[in-house]
């Protein structure tokens, strides 16, 4: 289940569509990618005001990337890179590996 406070400040690709449901991106990533490597259907959202529960919806989880605003592709992608350098480049056990982005 999801909960997130509409006093809350988001940014404008996660303010309320129309549905009346804004989730953060990265929120909406994490409970996609829970639900997907768990073989869940739906997400329950639930929306609060003041500590109260105000709204509540289930969406499909295939629903999740349109309400969070973002590329399922474009990440399944850049997790196939990652896992791609970490099968060929981590060959010591017992070593301690950082991933990191360099600047553009």
């Keep these: 289940m999801l909960t997130y406070n509409r006093d809350r400040h988001l940014d404008k690709k996660a303010q309320p569509d129309e549905l009346g449901i804004g989730i953060d991106p990265l929120t909406a990533i994490d409970v996609w990618l829970d639900n997907i490597l768990l073989g869940i259907q739906k997400a329950c959202i639930v929306e609060h005001c003041d500590g109260k529960v105000s709204s509540s919806s289930i969406i499909d989880t295939d629903e ?41």
Excluded: Q, R
């Design 64 to 104: 999740l990337p349109a309400h969070g605003s973002f590329d399922p592709k474009l990440l399944m992608h850049e997790s196939e890179i990652i896992l791609k350098h970490i099968f060929n480049g981590v060959t010591e056990c017992g070593h301690t590996y950082w991933l990191f982005k360099c600047k553009a």
